[in-house]
């Protein structure tokens, strides 16, 4: 077990541009979630999957962000057009049926 | 809707000095309380959790918090501070039923000082 891996760790774009980021999560876990945390801030929920099926959106994820998680396996989070109010951390976690368990994060900073 | 507190953005405290960091939880529904700890450039690591059963929680690295139903709080404590300590501490909360999604306060910045 080597826990939840996020890629990439850094990503710095132009606004406008598109980005994709990867989260793989403890291979048993069944539940799977993306939070994003701004500077000075709590991670706030953006969206959570059980298995692949995409169960629940944050309003904070507007039609410009997409989700993914084909297999149950690994997930994909897309924000198309970026923005600067896009920066922030990006964090995965995942669970079983107990606490959920964070990767490193993917920071954006879009310029 | 449920919602976390955090009211110290900052806690300085010299070493080996005793910490309390403070949470408070709004909420009409049971829940489920954590404390975790994020050290700069890295993802959040568990201290510690209430389920349920005694009220008084030990985590890692010399850790506790107490369950207060009544206060509606969750403070973190720890009798002697060391450097190692300094991080941003969040509190969270996730309903005891649904997603399980975390409610996380705005976090609490510890700088413990030589």
């Known amino acids: 077990d080597t826990g939840v891996s996020q890629n990439p760790r850094h990503k710095i774009t132009k606004r406008g541009q598109n980005v994709t980021f990867r989260c793989d999560p403890i291979s048993e876990h069944n539940r799977l979630y993306w939070y994003r945390q701004t500077l000075g801030q709590g991670p706030e929920f953006l969206t959570y999957?059980?298995?692949?099926?995409?169960?629940?959106k944050s309003r904070l994820l507007s039609d410009r962000f997409s989700a993914e998680r084909p297999k149950g396996s690994f997930s994909t989070l897309e924000i198309q057009r970026t923005e600067q109010g896009d920066s922030a951390m990006y964090l995965c976690?995942?669970?079983?049926?107990?606490?959920?368990?964070f990767g490193p994060g993917t920071r954006l900073t879009v310029l | 809707a449920q919602s976390v507190t955090q009211l110290d953005s900052q806690v300085p405290v010299f070493e080996e000095a005793p910490v309390e960091l403070r949470c408070n939880y709004s909420?009409?529904?049971?829940?489920?309380l954590f404390w975790y700890v994020q050290y700069p450039n890295q993802g959040l690591q568990l201290l510690l959790k209430y389920l349920s059963g005694s009220t008084l929680v030990k985590g890692i690295n010399g850790f506790e918090a107490e369950f207060n139903k009544s206060q509606t709080s969750f403070h973190l404590r720890k009798p002697s501070v060391h450097i190692s300590d300094t991080a941003e501490y969040f509190c969270a909360v996730i309903l005891a039923s649904g997603t399980y999604k975390y409610i996380f306060g705005t976090g609490t910045r510890l700088k413990v000082l030589a």
């Open positions: 976690a995942s669970s079983g049926r107990g606490e959920q368990f």
């Open positions: 999957f059980q298995n692949e099926a995409q169960l629940e």
């Open positions: 909420s009409s529904v049971s829940v489920y």
